[in-house]
């Protein structure tokens, strides 16, 4: 992968302290970029998870001090704590070193577009997910982790690329469409309310852009199934990037759509 640069970067969902954190790959992404604008959009660390199997591996220590580096060495650093680093969140408005704190903010991007960005758990009692809430925040989903995890590690002796089996299942579990929908769709109420062009979040670990009512939605997706981010060059051109797409060594991007063609 050839060295990038960015005028802006969101990830998110990292859940660095999981086992299912893909921390090698986020390493090598970061390594081979530049920035000048890093947001960190929430559940960075998995602090639910540490406090029921704690493990910090190399790699989610070297990630840490990756984006520490970053901090230090001219790239802006905004870190938007979600439900699953929640006591971040009272620190709003504060930075960790060289590293800004809020909850959630307005950016501007080059050709003067606005976006409101969070991490979206903001929606949770709003969206009422119901039993698919439920059932993706506990055992179910770390089944469908694991599951996952060693279909890949099947892909990998077999020499194919990283696929997400876990996003596959869940595009066809009808009630985890509809919660999708539903998170969707409150976001955009709320950009809405705000009068803004769009939201940028993660929380749901499905990345995706498009269209509603006006208001342009992004999804930054995570590193547990994923492995995307989204990034804004010089322009303001807003793209997804699947970082596994094809081959671990190569990004994909997904550009932004046009309203008229958007869903």
């Known amino acids: ?102 909850r959630e903010l307005i950016h501007t991007t080059a050709d003067g577009k606005r976006y409101l960005v969070l991490h979206g758990d903001q929606f949770d009692d709003e969206v009422t997910l119901g039993r698919f809430h439920a059932w993706i925040g506990d055992k179910a989903y770390d089944l469908l982790l694991f599951i996952n995890r060693w279909y890949n590690r099947y892909r990998f002796w077999q020499k194919r690329e990283y696929w997400s089996l876990a996003g596959f299942i869940k595009q066809h579990i009808k009630s985890a469409n509809l919660a999708i929908a539903r998170y969707r769709q409150a976001c955009c109420n709320y950009a809405k309310a705000l009068e803004v062009d769009g939201i940028i979040c993660g929380h749901i670990h499905h990345p995706e852009q498009r269209y509603l009512g006006g208001i342009h939605y992004i999804n930054d997706g995570d590193w547990v199934e994923n492995c995307t981010a989204l990034a804004e060059d010089k322009y303001g051109n807003l793209s997804l990037i699947h970082y596994l797409s094809g081959c671990p060594w190569q990004c994909a991007t997904e550009s932004e759509p046009h309203p008229s063609k958007a869903a």
């Open 1 to 102: 992968m050839s060295h990038t640069h960015y005028k802006t970067l969101w990830i998110s969902d990292l859940h660095l302290g999981h086992r299912d954190c893909k921390a090698e790959h986020l390493l090598h992404f970061l390594e081979n970029i530049s920035v000048g604008t890093l947001y960190l959009v929430g559940d960075i660390i998995d602090m639910w998870e540490m406090t029921r199997h704690f493990r910090w591996p190399e790699a989610h220590n070297l990630v840490i001090k990756k984006l520490m580096l970053l901090s230090e060495s001219g790239t802006r650093v905004i870190y938007l704590p979600g439900n699953h680093d929640a006591p971040l969140q009272r620190y709003s408005g504060m930075a960790f070193g060289k590293i800004d704190i809020a």
